[in-house]
């Protein structure tokens, strides 16, 4: 067998050594979900132990945790998919007709801070009686998906051969057609990127669900808060309902990582 | 009928005019070649009869139907780009289907069309590949189909063959006139390549800064340029040009410049003699000028390049300080640096306003 040269070794020692402080909490999240109480609290850290899906078993069957894992995907995928119905036309538009204003308008609504929507947001849902409900949940979450996915998609129609949709008018395309059947097609790596980013955001959101969710609507990020009571911090359920919340995000991220972050480079190295 | 026609046709971004005042009629089954150097306009024109430039001013007819606020999809026209532009997400049956789907064509017709014109073009064993399985020339031949199968009034082609490699590009010019001449439908072609202008086109339209500097059949183009323009656009080596000054010695009106010296044949006479003292621009042919001494007009040349072509050889020359190249036969041992007379055919001769460059008359 051939011996790996020393560079090599080096390049992963140094790789691993920067990985690390990244890792190491989601490794101590996972091992602290299955502990028990007691082997969570002994010093020093119990490294080898039997592990347990107790605090699972009461996160999803004493909690309802099931219930709030519907609510964030509700939350998720609605905002999402609304997102991009109002955010692919737009940033077409953006990108084919120089609507300048219209995309800094959409991108000064994200840079504003997001609390300070907040105040505004509870007075007028609860005036509308929709505090608590899903419309307003997606809503407020579609005002950060949808200046991500405007802005990601305005790159992305930027670097799409014209042509294209002028030889599809030339064939006998209407507007709506040929952004319909020639544009969409061949957008699928920036709206997957776009939706992905879009998704992670509401789906790891705590601020606008802290204000504008009860019990109906409650996602997880609030869910897992409500572990945090007076009497005592089960540190258990709560990183075995971290591990819930995170193990979605990451699976997504993996899977589709390859667009990703080809879409965020998108518009700095146009190819 | 596919009948186009142009009338003061004018296009403006913002400040630029690129289309001033275009006026043009092609008649039905017509090949029209638009040549000139890039970012004359050329595009434009043709982006226009497609639709997807609105003209500032002036109106445009296909078939006989004003088409100034029609869309491009109303206009009954196929275009073939540069770049090809087939879907990459359709394979290539699809992308030849597309516009006969969308007009509602039925299943078996658009089936029946898209075969006949894959036989025509030779791609039938690719009709299920992708756009990216496939060599620039097959792609070519595609876009080709997509045109086609339409069966529409006017062919509008921008550069087709500008991306395909030297030996396919020669083939692919004598498919296309092939092509248009069976079908008969009427083609609008766009280049920047004076030798494609000149071997595929019915007339040829010359256009400068967005102006038409003249409209003519190849040979007419060739013989009889309108201007100094035309006249150095087209054939390669492009025209000689020297500018002389107009000398009456004893009632015979002679060119003179340094080296050089043109007694002009009678029917000159008339147009240049009363510019006697003043200057004038001489257009020869690469072909005009010979080696060897005559009595129509001598030339005293120094050799720069020998360039062998193989059936023809290139002369880099210089005449007093001004720069020539003519084409003589490879059989003449020729070196650089030698002193070379030329002898020129006074029928062949070009003269142009040295102000203006307007083609003078005889």
Known sequence: MKMPKLSTILFYLFALLVILPFLFPLVWIALTSIKTQVQIVAVPPVWIFEPTLENYRRVFVEQEFGRFLLNSTIIAVGSTVFSLILGLPAAYTISRYRQQALGVLILLAR??????????????????????????????????????????????????????????????????????????????????????????????????????????????????????????????????????????????????????????TMGAVKG | MGKVVFENITKQFGAVTAVNDFSLEIADKEFIVVVGPSGCGKSTVLRMVAGLETQTSGNIHIAGVLVNDKPPRDRNIAMVFQNYALYPHMNVYENMAFGLTLRGVPKGEIDRKVKEAAE????????????????????????????????????????????????????????????????????????????????????????????????????????????????????????????????????????????????????WQRTVGPLSGQEITLGLRPEAVQPGEGEAGQLRSVIDVVEPMGAETYLNLRVGGQRAVIRVAPELKLTPDQVLPLTLDPGRIHLFDAASGRALAR
């Open chain 1, 111 to 264: 840079l504003m801070p997001g609390i300070s929507y907040l105040i505004p947001w509870f007075i007028l849902f609860s005036k509308l009686q929709m505090v608590d409900t899903y419309t307003a949940m997606i809503a407020s979450h579609m005002l950060v998906g949808m200046p991500l996915i405007v802005w990601i998609m305005v790159n992305y129609f930027d670097g799409l051969p014209r042509e294209l949709e002028e030889a599809a008018q030339v064939d006998g395309c209407t507007l709506q057609q040929t952004f319909l059947k020639v544009v969409l097609p061949l957008s699928g790596p920036g709206i997957i990127t776009a939706s992905t980013l879009s998704f992670l955001f509401s789906w790891n959101n705590f601020m606008f669900a802290l204000v504008l969710s009860a019990d109906r609507t409650k996602p997880l990020p609030i869910a897992i808060y409500s572990f945090v009571s007076y009497a005592e911090v089960s540190w258990g359920s709560v990183m075995a309902a971290a591990v819930v919340i995170i193990a979605p995000a990451i699976i997504l991220t993996m899977f589709f990582q390859r667009y990703v972050i080809k879409g965020l």
């Open chain 2, 120 to 267: 025509i073009l030779d791609i039938g064993q690719y009709l299920g590949r992708k756009p990216k399985e496939l060599s620039g020339g097959q792609r070519q031949r595609v876009a080709l189909g997509r045109a086609i199968v339409r069966e529409p009034e006017v062919f509008l082609m921008d550069e087709p063959l500008s991306n395909l490699d030297a030996k396919l590009r020669v083939q692919t010019r004598a498919e296309i006139v092939k092509l248009q001449a069976r079908l008969g439908v009427t083609t609008l072609y766009v280049t920047h390549d004076q030798t494609e202008a000149m071997t595929m086109a019915d007339r040829i339209v010359v256009i400068k800064d967005g102006i038409i500097q003249q409209i003519d059949d190849p040979q007419t183009l060739y013989d009889k340029p309108a201007n100094r323009f035309v006249a150095g656009f087209i054939g390669t080596p492009p025209m000689n040009f020297f500018t002389c000054r107009v000398e009456n010695r004893d009632g015979e009106i002679t060119l003179v410049a340094p080296d050089l010296m043109v007694p002009l044949p009678t029917d």
